[in-house]
């Protein structure tokens, strides 16, 4: 029988030009991308240019990250942090609340279900920690040309975030995207999405009722359960077209 790797996770600090923001558990590939991501995604940054630099000590476990415009530590802290569900958990600024004034999303690429089901198959042989592990979760963005890239991490939500800061540091445009993760899709997950505008979100497992009702809301498709030829689709909006005989929520 082939034994498989145990996945890894490490206690990494995230330090905003010296005010230490929270620790967290994370896969130690692609941190920068993280970085990057956590910053878009928590609505810190909104431009690669607003980072001036990032310090990455993988022995001690900390980041340093200097912002081009000084960071108002007070009105960060001033909020209520939630603690993400799940393996690597990490730490949200945003509240259910907050999530709701985002703008509403506007992208208009369409697909099949069958071609979500495709590259949800490329996406899995295209993940070598999950394979060498068994244990890791990740997210991958399909490009207009049907190009994957693939991020992964111990918690679902670190693999967005670093799949985010990968579009965000190439300057990628998010209404030409399709989203894909390996992790239920939670309010978190949808905020995230959400976030960079993202107009579908594909999963191969399902998506919570307080996720499903802010993606109608902010008219994000979700797409559950990609697995084989099955897909359950949680919202319509237009964007993914029912090539298969599936259930609709």
Not at 49 to 67: F, K, P
């Amino acid at each position: 029988m082939n034994q498989k790797g145990c996945p890894e996770e490490f206690p990494i600090t995230l330090v905003l030009d010296g005010f230490e923001v929270a620790v967290f558990q994370l896969t130690k590939q692609d941190l920068e991308d993280w970085v990057y991501g956590y910053l878009f995604s928590e609505g810190i940054i909104q431009k690669l240019c607003d980072v001036e630099n990032v310090t990455i000590n993988e022995e001690t476990g900390m980041i340093h990250v200097n912002l081009s415009s000084p960071f108002e530590a007070e009105a960060l802290y001033s909020k209520k942090k939630h603690y993400t569900a799940g393996c690597g958990r990490g730490v949200t600024f945003f509240s259910m609340t907050d999530v709701k004034t985002f703008q509403k999303v506007e992208g208009k690429n369409q697909y099949v279900l069958s071609y979500l089901l495709k590259k949800r198959s490329e996406f899995a042989k295209e993940s070598p920690l999950y394979l060498e592990t068994g244990g890791m979760h990740g997210a991958c963005i399909v490009d207009e040309n049907g190009f994957i890239t693939v991020r992964e991490d111990i918690g679902r939500h670190n693999a967005v975030d670093k799949i985010i800061g990968h579009a965000v540091r190439n300057g990628l445009d998010p209404s030409k995207l399709l989203l894909l993760t390996t992790g239920r899709v939670s309010y978190e997950m949808l905020s995230k999405a959400a976030k960079f505008g993202f107009g579908v979100i594909g999963s191969r497992t399902a998506a919570t009722k307080q996720a499903i009702q802010l993606a109608k809301y902010l008219q994000i498709e979700v797409v559950g359960y990609l697995r084989g030829k099955m897909a359950i689709t949680y919202t319509s909006f237009g964007r993914v077209v029912n090539d298969l005989a599936e259930r609709t929520i």
